[in-house]
């Protein structure tokens, strides 16, 4: 049962109500969920709904309808995200979790630990206590093991993870780990289940090797019964009669766990199929289905592993692998962050100086719009927003200080470059730190209850418009009025009475404001990407860079545009962009905006930016990210 609780309850009437319910032989856990205080009252199904309802201080009462409770959706509405160290499991940032089965020597775990870094993982896991099917095999270093764990997370950042397979073990994992992951074969382990609940520390959940996805969340209900929250749920594969795979990867767990549950998804391929060749494909097709992290096993020499050699992939096919989410992750809303760490430790280096916030952001619009959900995307769900009504402000705020960082659309794939901020890029001295490609999905979004049929007029911005022709060609009664962003509009129609009103614009916006999608998937063209700039007052230090942009004007004399991209060519610089601005006050005369794969700031760069320096009249460096 689930109590919500009134607004203006007093402490008393709460007291009241909690220690009523342990008198009567309930679990008591209190939650706040969307604004709402809630109460559960656990393990007994026999006091009275009416009853409930009737106590001073309750607003409502639920019955919840699954054997899990805390781990229902019921009684946490939002996705919850799951600290790894410095890391957010859950959210629209990937996490890749990658490692050797078990950790062999320092040497080994420190080796892997640098590649899987390099190519775009957060978390490094390896076992220490190995849960063999023989008692020959070999058993993992144990503490030494953990130690070596230790020495990793120090030497390269990233936060740690290994089995706990015995409640013994709990005092050297709360020395050495961030994180603990029970495995498939201690799933039902209760005691060990409970011990994890009370260690407090993060859990990795295996599902059993014959488990029901409920029987899984049953487990989960365990630790969270005992006060700990911090769960991952982790599909590693079932047992079914297919031997071609060594067990039969389950994901259409997936979209039934994010129904159910509040709790974030992480997908292991490796020993879902045991072979090395199927473990990319699966991880792909992970993400497409809608996965918040995946753990992938990764070995140097997997030819002399001490276990699970044939499924680790080789560092430079996890780093192809890695790529492929990169481009895969847009698609699905969500991103794969190759600076993550470094923005993650930054986050805790950063301090309030005076009454500027250091983690301001600045964008353009209001809550919900695509450039607020770049914005989120890119420095994770604490970021503090500072949105504002055009460009200019934008830029200002950076160059005040007012703001950190600000997040500004440079292009669309349909309509093109977004040339105000081009001009502004040239006017002030900021620069490029980051980027990041968000897919645009439209929305026809009304008030709750309306349908197709109500609607006689559409509100949205005007790119959002355009991009959704075809869709509103076929309602030519329909009136079509622009606003600035596709949030105002849908914050628009939460003014007006009726059904009549509808907005274009993005889910998250219909959510913030309590609207409903009526029809989703309006735009014309689904290849819709939007590419957003991070801009900052200084350069980034960031890891290095593989992308440059700049700025440029050349002579009017034949042949001097040509000059300046043979020495890209000589050099061998893949040019990913270029684009001709008018230069204002000087009619017919041009600024070419070059994107380059080069970090233009490297001293390997140096000759050939002195090069391209005597070929121009003017050159500025927009940024290296
Ligand atoms: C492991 O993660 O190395 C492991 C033994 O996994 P599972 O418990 O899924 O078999
Ligand atoms: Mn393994």
Redesign the pocket.
């Known amino acids: 049962m689930i109590l919500v609780l009134d607004k203006n309850i007093t402490k008393d009437q709460k007291s009241h109500i909690r220690n009523m319910l342990v008198d009567r032989g309930c679990f008591v856990h209190e939650t706040d969920d969307s604004g709402r205080n809630l109460i559960s009252a656990l393990g007994k199904s026999n006091i009275d709904v009416a009853f409930l309802k009737s106590l001073p201080g309750v607003e409502d009462v639920t019955p919840v309808s699954t054997p899990f409770k805390l781990a229902s959706r019921q009684w946490h509405s939002a996705d919850t995200l799951v600290p790894l160290g410095n890391v957010m499991v859950g959210g629209e940032r990937i996490v890749i979790i990658a490692g050797p ?1 078990a950790i062999e020597s320092r040497d080994q775990a420190l080796t892997i630990a640098r590649e899987v870094k390099r190519y775009g993982a957060v978390v490094f896991r390896g ?1 220490a206590y ?2 063999r099917t023989s008692p020959y095999s070999f058993q993992g270093l144990e503490e030494e093991g953990l130690k070596i764990l230790a020495e990793v997370r120090d030497q390269t950042g990233l936060p740690v993870v290994t ?1 706990i397979t015995s409640m013994v073990q709990a005092d050297v994992m709360m020395k050495y780990v961030d994180a603990v ?1 029970i ?3 201690n799933m039902q382990n209760f005691e060990l289940l409970k011990c994890v609940g009370r260690m407090g520390k993060t859990v990795v959940l ?1 599902r059993g090797l014959a488990s029901t996805i409920e029987e899984w969340l049953m487990s989960a209900e365990y630790i969270m019964s005992e006060g700990n929250d911090r769960i991952i749920l982790c599909e ?1 594969g079932i047992r079914t009669f297919e031997p071609y795979t060594r067990n039969t990867l389950d994901l259409s767990a997936i979209p039934v766990l994010k129904k159910l549950t509040h709790l974030p998804v992480l997908i ?1 391929p490796s ?1 879902a199929t045991g072979i090395r060749e199927k473990v990319s494909p699966m991880a792909r097709a992970a993400i497409a289905a809608g996965a918040d992290a995946l753990m992938i096993e990764v070995h140097h020499d997997p030819d002399h592993a001490l276990s ?1 050699g044939p499924q680790s992939l080789y560092p430079k096919q996890f780093g192809q692998l890695t790529r492929d989410i990169y481009v895969i992750a847009p698609v699905v809303g969500k991103q794969l962050d190759f600076d993550y760490l470094h923005k993650a430790a930054g986050d805790s280096n950063r301090q309030d100086v005076g009454t500027r916030s250091p983690k301001a952001i600045a964008f353009l619009g209001e809550l919900g719009t695509f450039s607020h959900k770049a914005c989120l995307q890119y420095f994770g769900e604490n970021m503090d927003a500072d949105p504002k009504q055009n460009f200019r402000a934008i830029f200002e705020a950076v160059k005040s200080g007012e703001a950190a960082y600000a997040v500004i659309p440079l292009e669309n794939s349909l309509s093109g470059s977004i040339h105000e901020n081009y001009d502004l890029l040239l006017e002030y001295d900021l620069q490029i730190v980051g980027e990041l490609t968000l897919r645009i999905v439209h929305y026809l979004i009304g008030r709750p209850g309306a349908h197709l049929e109500d609607i006689r007029r559409v509100i949205s911005a005007g790119p959002a418009v355009q991009q959704c022709r075809q869709f509103l060609d076929r309602f030519p009664g329909w009136e079509v009025i622009t606003v600035n962003a596709t949030a105002s509009a849908v914050q628009e129609i939460t003014h007006n009475e009726g059904y009549g009103y509808a907005a274009i614009g993005s889910k998250e916006a219909a959510d913030l404001y309590g609207m409903e999608v009526i029809e989703e998937g309006i735009e014309t063209n689904p290849m819709n990407f939007t590419r957003f700039a991070v801009i900052a007052a200084a350069p980034g230090t960031g890891r290095a860079a593989g992308k440059s942009s700049l700025v440029y004007s050349v002579g009017n004399q034949p042949g001097s545009l040509y000059e300046t991209l043979k020495i890209f060519q000589e050099n061998h610089i893949n040019l990913v962009k270029l684009e001709s601005r008018p230069i204002h006050g000087r009619p017919w005369q041009y600024m070419f905006y070059a994107d380059l794969e080069a970090d233009v700031r490297s001293a390997e760069f140096a000759p050939i930016l002195d090069h391209l320096i005597s070929k121009t009249d003017y050159l500025k460096i927009l940024g290296s990210y």
């Open positions: 089965c076992g190995k849960p089995e992951q495995g498939a074969r295996k590693r292991d020993h699970d």
